[in-house]
């Protein structure tokens, strides 16, 4: 008979565990206390700096040592000068005059007077240094690790209450970055409750970004934390798979099972790859979906070290990354629907530009194509040979990876009366991520679908699969937990995607978009595309132009964003300040 299997992150006995927790805003002031040292910034004479403004400068005394001196809402002092996501230079990204600090790259954003993590992908706080002015130099107070790292980590410290009375455990199903987002999100608000994630991944929660893009199958390479990090948390972390929800009775089943009672729920479960109901494709071996490490390492183990034919199935982000990450060694084509890749997305002309791109690495494209069929191998009939187009076109074929969509991992709620799904198999949530009709319960990921009220979103309800949303969505969830009067801060959907180069994209069109304002050459991966509807700017992608898209992001979020007018007047988007 099985049972739950848990990972080792508590000692002894698996009891509710409670905090004792530096939150980090005071972290902050102890990490301060304890950097007694001064540093001298090179080349600084004063804190002369206006309203907004940033520079990077050198610590001297600290090899490689660099922070970022700012005037953040008035006050001047310095952060680490690394995002803590994969490191970009935050000088070169925006600053609002309120103080708010956001990475060039992938939109991470941080407060910047207290170096918290405002928005995803971040998950480490940037350590802040206090300044002083003096004899005509700058310094400032902190540790060398610190200068060094550009990284706060958040201070959690648990243990086991007297009694194991659990009063109000929380249980967050799944092992992603919505299920993280909210774990973290819990113990940085004060939550100091038993907290519980079940999850069926089989390993601690990663950066599942790079499973697609880098094609890493190692977990322990991509792991966002540790065990000993969930076990300063007080977290246990489950190994199993949740088949029922019992909202009734406030508890949850699973596969093996057991009965795991909650006050809170949040449910996080991700999405499940969609696979083709055609001919060959249910019966023939080395076909894949990539969603988790365990598929990118069959997907690895069955190119070996180089020169297979590899069929993609989906000209979307996944099945283009992957040919990106597979064209160099091995003979790539890949199938699409539609007339360009991502042109449902980014339109015809932008697609057709990151098809160049991609065609230069060596993918060949068939599209307006529809699969007829898969057919064995003439040398070993279990497995693919070949796919066959309903034009006749034939594709051998070595190994098959589909890219044709992923559906929200709900099954386990489908026969559930107490919930209804929506039509697409998803839950309808509230601003706060709490399931419509449920008390107590909250959805976040791939699977909830929530209002938005980005530009041209009005309210209506959307289903956003993107890395960002969905711990931006735990981390909703979670403070509505801790603190139901807080209102949710709106966040603007920002992911990035490498197809040969670096494209950023923020914003939504999934209420549609009619006109496209392009400045630039997408074919040559330097351009900045504005996605429409009337007059308002609903979305933007970018090749080459950083920091356009954070920029944009952050005048979305404050309702800034200049018209469709504006931009077609060739406006500069970096000389708008973002007042707030």
């Given at each position: 008979m099985h049972r739950l299997q848990r990972f080792i992150l508590s000692s002894g006995h698996p009891k509710p565990k409670y905090c004792t927790q530096v939150p980090a805003r005071h972290f902050t002031e102890s990490f301060r206390v304890m950097a007694a040292k001064e540093y001298k910034l090179k080349?600084?004479?004063?804190?002369?700096?206006?309203?907004?403004?940033?520079?990077?400068?050198?610590?001297?005394?600290?090899?490689?040592?660099?922070?970022?001196?700012?005037?953040?809402?008035?006050?001047?002092?310095?952060?680490?000068?690394?995002?803590?996501?994969?490191?970009?230079?935050?000088?070169?990204?925006?600053?609002?005059?309120?103080?708010?600090?956001?990475?060039?790259?992938?939109?991470?954003c941080f407060n910047a007077k207290t170096g918290?993590?405002?928005?995803?992908?971040?998950?480490?706080?940037?350590?802040?240094?206090?300044?002083?002015?003096?004899?005509?130099?700058?310094?400032?107070?902190?540790?060398?690790?610190?200068?060094?790292?550009?990284?706060?980590?958040?201070?959690?410290?648990?243990?086991?209450?007297?009694?194991?009375?659990?009063?109000?455990?929380?249980?967050?199903?799944?092992?992603?970055?919505?299920?993280?987002?909210?774990?973290?999100?819990?113990?940085?608000?004060?939550?100091?409750?038993?907290?519980?994630?079940?999850?069926?991944?089989?390993y601690l929660p990663i950066d599942r970004p790079k499973l697609s893009k880098a094609l890493i199958s190692d977990?322990?390479?991509?792991?966002?934390?540790?065990?000993?990090?969930?076990?300063?948390?007080?977290?246990?972390?489950?190994?199993?798979?949740?088949?029922?929800?019992?909202?009734?009775?406030?508890?949850?089943?699973?596969?093996?099972?057991?009965?795991?009672?909650?006050?809170?729920?949040?449910?996080?479960?991700?999405?499940?790859?969609?696979?083709?109901?055609?001919?060959?494709f249910k019966t023939l071996s080395n076909i894949f979906t990539l969603r988790n490490a365990h598929d990118v390492k069959k997907i690895v183990d069955t190119i070996g070290s180089k020169g297979k034919n590899i069929v993609i199935v989906g000209s979307s982000f996944i099945g283009m990354e992957v040919a990106v990450a597979t064209a160099a060694d091995n003979s790539v084509s890949v199938i699409g629907m539609e007339s360009v890749p991502l042109e449902r997305v980014l339109g015809k002309d932008v697609g057709a530009g990151v098809q160049k791109i991609v065609q230069g690495k060596g993918v060949k494209f068939y599209s307006s194509a529809s699969v007829d069929k898969a057919v064995p191998s003439e040398s070993d009939p279990s497995a693919v040979g070949a796919v066959l187009l309903k034009d006749g076109t034939r594709l051998d074929a070595d190994l098959v990876i589909l890219g044709v969509g992923v559906a929200p991992s709900t099954e386990y709620l489908k026969e559930n009366s107490s919930l209804q799904l929506e039509k697409d198999g998803s839950i309808?949530?509230?601003?706060?991520?709490?399931?419509?009709?449920?008390?107590?319960?909250?959805?976040?990921?791939?699977?909830?679908?929530?209002?938005?009220?980005?530009?041209?979103?009005?309210?209506?309800?959307?289903?956003?699969?993107?890395?960002?949303?969905?711990?931006?969505?735990?981390?909703?969830?979670?403070?509505?937990?801790?603190?139901?009067?807080?209102?949710?801060?709106?966040?603007?959907?920002?992911?990035?995607?490498?197809l040969g180069s670096q494209l950023r994209y923020c914003g939504n069109t999934a209420n549609g978009w009619d006109d496209l304002v392009l400045d630039g050459s997408p074919g040559d991966a330097k351009f900045v595309a504005y996605y429409t509807k009337g007059d308002t700017v609903v979305a933007m992608a970018s090749m080459g132009r950083d920091p356009l898209m954070v920029q944009s992001a952050e005048l979305m979020r404050f309702g800034n964003m200049p018209t469709k007018a504006n931009l077609q007047a060739n406006l500069d988007l970096m000389s708008i300040g973002v007042p707030a």
């Open positions: 080349g600084v004479t004063s804190l002369a700096l206006s309203l907004g403004d940033k520079q990077e400068v050198e610590v001297e005394g600290v090899e490689n040592g660099k922070v970022v001196l700012l005037n953040a809402a008035g006050k001047v002092q310095a952060v680490g000068a690394k995002c803590t996501h994969y490191g970009a230079p935050l000088a070169k990204g925006v600053l609002t005059k309120s103080g708010y600090l956001r990475c060039p790259w992938h939109g991470a918290d993590v405002e928005d995803a992908p971040a998950l480490d706080a940037l350590p802040v240094f206090d300044v002083a002015e003096r004899d005509g130099a700058v310094y400032i107070t902190g540790e060398e690790s610190a200068i060094k790292s550009s990284r706060r980590s958040p201070n959690f410290k648990c243990s086991a209450a007297p009694g194991s009375a659990q009063e109000d455990p929380i249980v967050v199903v799944g092992g992603g970055s919505g299920a993280l987002g909210a774990v973290e999100g819990l113990r940085e608000k004060g939550y100091k409750g038993a907290l519980t994630v079940i999850s069926n991944e089989g977990t322990s390479k991509i792991a966002w934390r540790d065990k000993a990090w969930f076990e300063a948390g007080g977290v246990q972390w489950v190994e199993g798979e949740v088949t029922a929800v019992n909202f009734s009775d406030r508890h949850v089943e699973t596969k093996s099972g057991g009965k795991i009672a909650y006050s809170k729920l949040i449910l996080a479960t991700g999405g499940t790859p969609r696979k083709l109901p055609l001919e060959g309808k949530v509230d601003q706060h991520f709490s399931v419509v009709g449920q008390q107590g319960v909250y959805a976040v990921g791939d699977i909830a679908t929530y209002p938005y009220h980005g530009p041209g979103g009005e309210g209506k309800p959307v289903r956003i699969e993107h890395w960002n949303v969905a711990q931006n969505a735990g981390r909703a969830a979670a403070t509505h937990i801790v603190s139901s009067s807080v209102e949710t801060s709106q966040f603007i959907p920002v992911f990035w995607s490498a």
